[in-house]
C-alpha cells in the first residue's frame, strides 16, 4: 500500500548524540518535506527536497541537516541533540505539480532529548 | 513569500451547531488552498481542499469557500460530531510549499 513511513515512532536520548530520523515513501512522489511540530501546534517547514540530490532550508532555522540520495528516502540528520530539539517531526511528500500539491503526511517521530 | 492567518486559534461549539474556520493569505498567486485535520496523536490529513477557479466546494458536512479578491477562504462544518473535536490548519500553495496556517483547535461539547 502506498505511504509514508517515518522511523523511529519515538525516541529519548541525551543531549550530544548524533541522531537520524528516517523517513521513506511509497507514493511516487518526487517532493518531500519535513516538518516540527509541537503536539497540536504550528506546523513549522525545516527542510525540503524537489527530487533526488535537492535540498532546501525551510522557514524554521534548525540545526538539522538532510540528504536525498534516493526518491523515496529522505533522512533526517542531528549532529549534536539538545534539549531544545525535543519535539515532534513529521516527514510528508507531495506530486508537486503546480496546483497540486496535496501532502500526505507520515505518523511523525516523536523525539525527546534530556 | 506567502503569510497564511488563521482564525480563531480555539473554538468551542455545541453538538449538531455549526462551526467556521477563517484564513486570509496575502500573496495572489496561489491557486491552492488545502484543509488539514489533525486528530490527537495522529497525522495531519487532508479533507478538502478548493482550487483558485472555484468559488464553493462541499463533501457532506463540509465546505469550504474561496473570495480570491479579498484573499480568503473559509471552512464550514454542519451538524457537529465528537469526532471533529481535533486541530484544523489552513494552507495556500507558494513556491512549490504549503504554507500553513497556525491551527484551530475545534472542540465539540456534548
Known amino acids: 500500500e502506498a505511504d509514508i513511513y517515518q522511523t523511529p515512532r519515538y525516541l529519548v536520548i541525551g543531549t550530544g548524540k548524533k541522531i537520524t530520523l528516517e523517513c521513506s515513501q511509497t507514493m511516487g512522489h518526487d517532493k518531500m518535506y519535513w516538518y516540527q511540530q509541537d503536539p497540536g501546534m504550528e506546523l513549522h517547514l525545516i527542510h525540503y527536497s524537489y527530487g533526488v540530490n535537492s535540498t532546501e532550508k525551510g522557514d524554521l532555522s534548525s540545526e538539522s541537516t538532510v540528504s536525498r540520495i534516493r526518491t523515496e528516502h529522505f533522512p533526517l540528520t542531528l549532529e549534536s541533540a539538545r534539549p531544545s530539539h525535543t519535539s515532534q517531526y513529521l516527514c510528508?511528500?507531495?506530486?508537486?505539480?503546480?496546483?497540486?500539491?496535496?501532502?500526505?503526511f507520515g505518523p511523525g517521530t516523536r523525539l525527546t532529548v534530556l | 513569500g506567502e503569510n497564511v492567518e488563521q482564525h480563531p486559534s480555539t473554538l468551542s461549539v455545541q453538538e449538531g451547531d455549526s462551526a467556521v474556520i477563517k484564513c486570509t493569505y496575502s500573496d495572489s498567486a496561489s491557486n491552492y488552498f488545502p484543509w488539514y485535520k489533525q486528530e490527537l496523536g495522529k497525522r495531519p490529513q487532508l479533507i478538502i481542499d478548493?482550487?483558485?477557479?472555484?468559488g464553493e466546494k462541499k463533501d457532506q458536512r463540509i465546505a469550504v469557500t474561496l473570495n480570491k479578491t479579498a484573499k480568503h477562504f473559509s471552512l464550514h462544518i454542519t451538524e457537529t460530531q465528537p469526532e471533529d473535536s481535533a486541530v484544523y490548519f489552513c494552507a495556500a500553495d507558494w513556491a512549490q510549499k504549503l504554507v500553513f496556517g497556525q491551527g484551530t483547535r475545534l472542540t465539540i461539547n456534548p
Open positions: 510528508a511528500s507531495s506530486l508537486g505539480a503546480s496546483g497540486y500539491n496535496e501532502q500526505f
Open positions: 478548493i482550487r483558485s477557479n472555484v
